[in-house]
């Protein structure tokens, strides 16, 4: 073996014990630094004096028309918004009084919560308000089914929608209303039917 193919090899061999040994010692660093993150996560997850107050997700669903609406709806109510909150960062409480339950129990007032981006009922307005309960285990806290489309506004004895969908949902509805009758007796003899 000539002298210097002896030397190419014995660099060749220090060079990739070099890597190795770099590489055990990159992997252990890595595992150190994770250990040491998740031993603080764990310190700081710990019951203490500030222990965590809140905590928020969000889901969507989404209906094809007013009937499905109706069938999906855990309550049905008419009334007036009262007030507004902020909940969250990101979400709204909701008072509202309610006139008339048509599906659900009858409740006197209950809490809407809404995500502020979707916030649309305003204070002093009327509404029809379809609801799915909240998970809580307070019995007066809901949601708007199908974010938007839960959501009829009265104005003037009439009644509309706010979604594209449920707006044509409810004029093919109010194709079937006798002469005479006004929105808001319609669609208080068809929600009780």
């Not at 660093?29 to 993150?37: D, G, H, P, R, V």
């Not at 706010?162 to 319609?186: A, C, I, P, Q």
């Amino acid at each position: 073996m000539k002298a210097g193919d002896y030397l190419k090899k014995k660099l060749f061999v220090f060079a990739v014990s070099a890597l190795i040994v770099a590489s055990l010692g990159i992997y252990y660093y890595s595992y150190q630094s994770k250990e040491a993150a998740m031993q603080e996560v764990r310190a700081s997850s710990e019951l203490d004096e500030d222990p965590p107050l809140f905590a928020q997700g969000s889901h969507a669903e989404g209906f094809w028309d007013i009937q499905d609406l109706k069938k999906n709806a855990a309550l049905i109510v008419n009334g007036t918004v009262i007030s507004q909150a902020g909940a969250s960062d990101v979400g709204v409480a909701i008072k509202f009084k309610v006139t008339k339950t048509f599906k659900g129990k009858e409740l006197r007032e209950i809490i809407i919560y809404e995500s502020k981006s979707e916030a649309v009922l305003t204070t002093g307005e009327q509404y029809y308000l379809f609801l799915g309960r909240q998970s809580d285990d307070q019995e007066n806290l809901f949601y708007v089914k199908g974010g938007i489309q839960g959501i009829f506004v009265i104005r003037e004895n009439k009644v509309s929608a706010r979604e594209h969908l449920m707006r044509n949902s409810m004029n093919d509805l109010l194709k079937e209303k006798e002469k005479g009758t006004s929105d808001v007796e319609f669609f208080e003899d068809w929600i009780q039917q």
